[in-house]
C-alpha cells in the first residue's frame, strides 16, 4: 500500500517519504477492524511527536497521523454486531497515540488495523471528507464546551474561532446558550473569514490583526458587560494574563494549552512551564484570579458517537481549509506549520469507490 513512513525525528517536510510498497496491516485480534482509508485530517499533535520523539521511544518506520475516515473492509470475530460495522460501512475514527507509538500504525496510508471501538459510523449522507477531521479536534471541542459550564443565555469569547477545534467549539457553544446568548469570536478576517465564522453562529467576529494586542481591545471593549467564560481554542497566553478586564469573577477560562512557538523541545518545555504556571501560581502573588481550565481530550468511542449525531442531526459541520491530493501532503504540512489554516487540513488518500 501507499504510505508516508519516517524513520527519523524532525519536522514532517524534511523527514517523511512516501512509500508505494508498504506492508498492509492485518487485524491484530478478534476485536479490530481492517479500515480503507479515504481521507485523512491532519493534527498539531503528530507533528509534534514526530518532531520530539526520537526513534529509540517510537516504532519505526512509523506512519503519520491518527484521525481518518474510509470505510470497512474486515471485522475481528469479537466485533459487536451492534455497532455496525459491517464490511463495506463508511466510517470515521482515530488512531490512539499510544498504539500509533508502539506500532507505528498512522493515518496517512491507504489502510490501517485499529481497536474497532476507534471507529463510528459515518452520518448518513455524508462522505469521507466531511468527517475526517472529526475525531481529535471534536473531542477536544466537546470538552472545552463542557467545562466551560454554558448557560442559555450566556456570554461566551472564542478565542481561535477559525481553527480546527475552534470553528467547531463555536458551533457548540452557538448551540449552547442558544438566541439569547452572546458569541463573540476572535480571528483573523482574512479571506472572507470572518463571514464564514458568522454563518457558524458568531454575534460578532474580532480581527486580532486589526486590534494588537487584542487583549486591550477586550478590556476596552467588555469591561462593562464582562463574559461568563472564555474558550480559548488556540492558546494565546496574553488573553489569559489580562482576562480579569473582561472575564466576570469565578467564571472560567478554559483552554486548549498555551500554544507552542515553535516545534523543539525547548518550545514545549516553556509552553508546559506557563502552563503550570497559570494553574499553580498563587493569587496573592500575583496569579490571574480566574480559573485556568486546560483540557487535553482523546477521542474516544462515547465522544465521537455523540459528534456523529450532531453531525447528522445539522448542529455541527467540519469546515475544510483545503484538501490535498495524497502525492501533494508535503504541501498540506506547509499550510498545517504555517498555523493559518482554517478549519481542517484533510489530505485525499484514495477515492471513496
Known sequence: MS???????G??????SLNLSHPVPSLRNPTSALIRITHCAFNPGPSILMTLIPPLFRHTPSIPELDFAGT?????????????????TPVFGSIPVGFHLKTGAGALAEYVAVESECVVKTPEGKRGEDVAGLAVAGCTALLLAEKAGLKRGASVLVNGASGGIGHMVLQMVREAVGESGRVV????????????????GADEVIDYTAHSPVSAYLAKRFSATPFSAIIDAYGIQDIFTHCESYLAEGKPFVTVGVAIKDYSITGVLSAGFQMMSNSLWPRMLGGVNRDYVQVSAIANLEAMTKLAGLVEGGK????RDGEWGMGDALKAYERLLSRRANGKIVVKVQDES
Open 185 to 200: 469570536a476572535v480571528c483573523s478576517e482574512r479571506s472572507g473569514n470572518g463571514e464564514m465564522i458568522r454563518g457558524l
Open 316 to 319: 455541527l459541520r467540519v469546515v
Open 72 to 88: 470497512t473492509i474486515s471485522l475481528g470475530s469479537s466485533v459487536p454486531a451492534s455497532r455496525a460495522l459491517a464490511p463495506g
Open 3 to 9: 504510505a508516508y513512513t519516517h524513520t527519523l525525528r
Open 11 to 16: 519536522l514532517p517536510t524534511s523527514t517523511l
